[in-house]
């Protein structure tokens, strides 16, 4: 087992099998959200709506909570690059962009021929879900290539994508607070405390930037204090702390669920619960860096294959299970849509991470080289 003082380099491994497992999260919730009747919230026991809306079976496929997850992991992974040597602000816009923007395209012009080549009749037991991309009109999508000026429902998950470019651009002014955090405890609270407040006020008014954006914030705090999360590293790596904190973040990541074992939750509980999942997404990545075990788990093989090809997955994997859907009827049937579509998805990001994402990365290393070379240059002279 590996040592609570493990090398950066295993910790991070140990965030790439937390993307992948999200990511795993994110695409089994989707498979479920085609059928109508797992949102019914007047189920009992002992049907499968009841366990998977009511009980910690809900953590198996919380997409949303995922996606929070992936925003607090872009804010952590994204400082540390930043901070690292020889970083130049001149090379991260064209690199970042290109590496999210020729995925997206190439996701966008998959959906669209899904779209354009199979007829959509809504099948019984069709969710909202289905019912939006029946109705898509494929001139509504220009503006998904773009994203910052918002996104249509041929590509669903692109509208977090628009969220982690507008992050992507604002990243200096993340930094900047950081680094302004990171010379005290107080200012680290204070830090804390505004984003939170900002959040609280974009669910009261119902304003997307002032809700999503934050949470970045929330990654690049825990970036810049590491050495706060790396004290209990000792703590976690024996006893029942790292187990209690476990259980901690488990109900953090699913607070209306938790809140409906004591009282009926009010209206508006799902949007004020967001803050408390920012805070459950923090423990996992805690967790996942520093208690071995769950770090042993998280570095195994296929959860790290799955982490490298996250963001592909994230890309192309609705599309597929809509299409899969409409031509096989499956929409009553999400445990049989899941199985069909799962080995589809998987096999399509392998070939789309080998075609477009890698080749991507490729030529964002080759923008950032270039411009290491030409700064070079300019010093000699």
């Given at each position: ?360 990365h490729a030529l964002s290393r080759r923008l950032v080289r270039r411009d290491t070379r030409q700064t070079s240059a300019a010093r000699m002279r």
């Amino acid at each position: 087992m590996t040592s609570a003082t493990a090398t950066p380099s295993v910790r991070l491994h140990s965030l790439d099998g937390l993307r992948g497992l999200a990511a795993a999260i994110v695409v089994v919730h989707h498979a479920l959200m085609a059928n109508a009747v797992l949102y019914d919230h007047s189920a009992t026991w002992p049907s499968w709506s009841w366990v998977a809306l009511h009980t910690p079976a809900y953590l198996l496929w919380a997409g949303a909570e995922a996606v929070t997850l992936f925003f607090v992991l872009s804010g952590f992974v994204l400082a540390a690059q930043a901070c690292r040597e020889g970083f130049t602000w001149r090379s991260y816009y064209p690199s970042r962009l290109v590496r999210l923007y020729l995925p997206v395209w190439a996701s966008i012009a998959l959906a669209g021929a899904l779209f354009l080549a199979i007829h959509r009749t809504a099948p019984a037991g069709a969710s909202s879900l289905l019912l939006e991309h029946r109705d898509q009109q494929i001139g509504d999508t220009f503006k998904d290539l773009i994203l910052l000026a918002g996104t249509s429902m041929l590509n669903g998950p692109l509208w977090s994508l628009r969220w982690e470019v507008a992050f992507s651009l604002l990243l200096p002014v993340y930094v900047l607070a950081g680094r302004w955090s990171a010379t005290s405890r107080a200012r680290a609270a204070a830090v804390a405390a505004g984003l939170t407040l900002v959040m609280v006020v974009g669910i009261a008014t119902h304003v997307l930037a002032l809700q999503y954006l934050p949470v970045f914030g929330f990654g690049t705090l825990l970036f810049f204090h590491q050495d706060l999360n790396s004290a209990l590293a000792p703590r976690l790596a024996h006893g029942l702390t790292a187990p209690a904190l476990a259980v901690v973040a488990g109900c953090l990541m699913m607070p209306v669920v938790v809140a409906g074992w004591v009282i009926q939750p009010p209206a508006g509980a799902a949007s004020a619960g967001k803050i408390l999942v920012v805070f459950g997404s923090i423990l996992w990545i805690v967790l996942a860096l520093h208690w071995p075990p769950l770090r042993s788990f998280l570095t195994m093989p296929v959860l790290r294959w799955l982490g490298s090809r996250s963001f592909t997955i994230y890309l192309v994997h609705q599309p597929i299970i809509v299409t899969a859907a409409f031509v096989f009827d499956l929409a009553g049937r999400p445990a049989l849509l899941l199985a069909v579509t799962a080995p589809i998805v998987l096999v399509t990001s392998e070939a789309f991470f080998r075609c477009v994402e890698r080749p991507a990365h490729a030529l964002s290393r080759r923008l950032v080289r270039r411009d290491t070379r030409q700064t070079s240059a300019a010093r000699m002279r």
